[in-house]
């Protein structure tokens, strides 16, 4: 890894589409609810999930970032190669309809924004991920900070290149049927033209375990605690493709100017989702989900660390019987997420 020498800023716009469908499967939605301690049954049972009328297990809110980690190599790899380190700050998930097991996703690769602050590079990466259908399944918008070799210590690049995993290639060794490949591709649709939203996630009939009705703005959801080894975070780092050594390695976390080991920001991100999921009892009702990092949470090797949730009912729509969700995180006394909200929709 080198110090950039271009100016990023002429790479906006940069594009394309994956080579190689991702079919979800079974096994991996359940890995990955275990990973972000998501035990809501229909990620796990499909009688579960047919009595609240899913074809499959639905994959967790955050499931799709797993997806992304595939897609976006080519973009890291290539395009931003001048950063030692890249940091996650904002995350958000627009949802049009679940993803279930079975379902074929091909992602679509942007490279939507960056922003020159204090002399560092926020970077936003677009992935608009369709189905068979040819609809929008969901889109998802991920803001980094990159940090050059100027803003980490010198020693970072041979330290990681040395105790990162090998067999990291994952150019795909088969391409999509020609049926997968006619898909439009948002990337490729003529300037003015319409992706095509999934319309599922907004009208179908959610089957929360609260009624609209029942809930009025200021109401508390029942608060949660949860604890994180070091364990959880290898754990994490293998289900969901995030190999980043900050998370699990001592010695490159200090070099990255890190107090300790820290978890990772979808992880915690994931957790939150299952937090107001939980709630609602039914985890396809939640429309969008944004996250605004404002601090980490260290895990250290001789205890577990805890993240603590607690949320409120911040605003409602009756016409849509919809409301939004105000969702804290706290580590160690700190706030974790800066701001974070769910849209929901309710019975």
Do not use: C
Not at 27 to 34: L, W
Not at 131 to 159: C, K, N, P
């Amino acid at each position: 890894m080198v110090e950039a020498t271009f100016d990023v800023t002429g790479l906006v716009g940069h594009r394309y589409r994956t080579e190689d469908f991702y079919e979800v499967g079974r096994e991996k939605i359940r890995e990955y609810a275990r990973a972000v301690q998501d035990f809501h049954p229909v990620h796990w049972s499909e009688d579960a999930a047919g009595e609240l009328g899913y074809a499959g297990l639905v994959a967790p809110t955050t499931f799709i970032s797993t997806v992304a980690m595939l897609a976006n190599r080519r973009l890291m790899e290539t395009v931003m190669t001048g950063y030692a380190v890249v940091v996650q700050t904002d995350q958000v998930f627009e949802m049009y309809k679940p993803v279930l097991t079975g379902d074929r996703l091909i992602s679509d690769v942007e490279l939507s924004s960056v922003r020159r602050i204090g002399g560092r590079d926020l970077l936003t990466i677009t992935n608009t991920f369709t189905d068979r259908s040819g609809d929008v399944v969901q889109i998802m918008h991920t803001t980094v900070l990159g940090l050059t070799g100027a803003d980490v210590d010198a020693e970072i690049s041979d330290t990681i290149e040395r105790v990162v995993m090998s067999g990291l290639d994952t150019t795909p060794r088969t391409t999509a049927s020609a049926a997968e490949a006619s898909i439009q591709s948002p990337a490729d649709a003529k300037p003015g033209t319409t992706v095509p939203l999934s319309p599922i996630s907004r009208t179908r009939t959610p089957r929360t375990a609260l009624r609209f009705d029942d809930i009025t703005v200021g109401d508390e959801l029942p608060a949660r605690s949860v604890n994180l080894t070091r364990g959880d975070l290898v754990n994490y780092a293998g289900v969901s493709g995030d190999v980043n050594p900050i998370h699990w390695h001592a010695e490159i976390a200090a070099l990255a100017g890190l107090p300790d080991v820290i978890a990772h920001g979808m992880l915690t991100m994931g957790l939150g989702a299952g937090f107001v999921t939980g709630w609602l009892g039914d985890p396809g009702a939640m429309t969008r989900y944004s996250v605004r990092l404002s601090n980490y949470t260290v895990i250290e090797a001789a205890s577990a660390g805890t993240v603590e949730f607690s949320g409120r009912i911040k605003s409602v729509e009756p016409e849509t019987r919809t409301a939004v969700v105000v969702i804290v995180a706290k580590s160690a006394g700190r706030k974790v997420f800066g701001l974070a909200t769910a849209d929901v929709r309710l019975a």
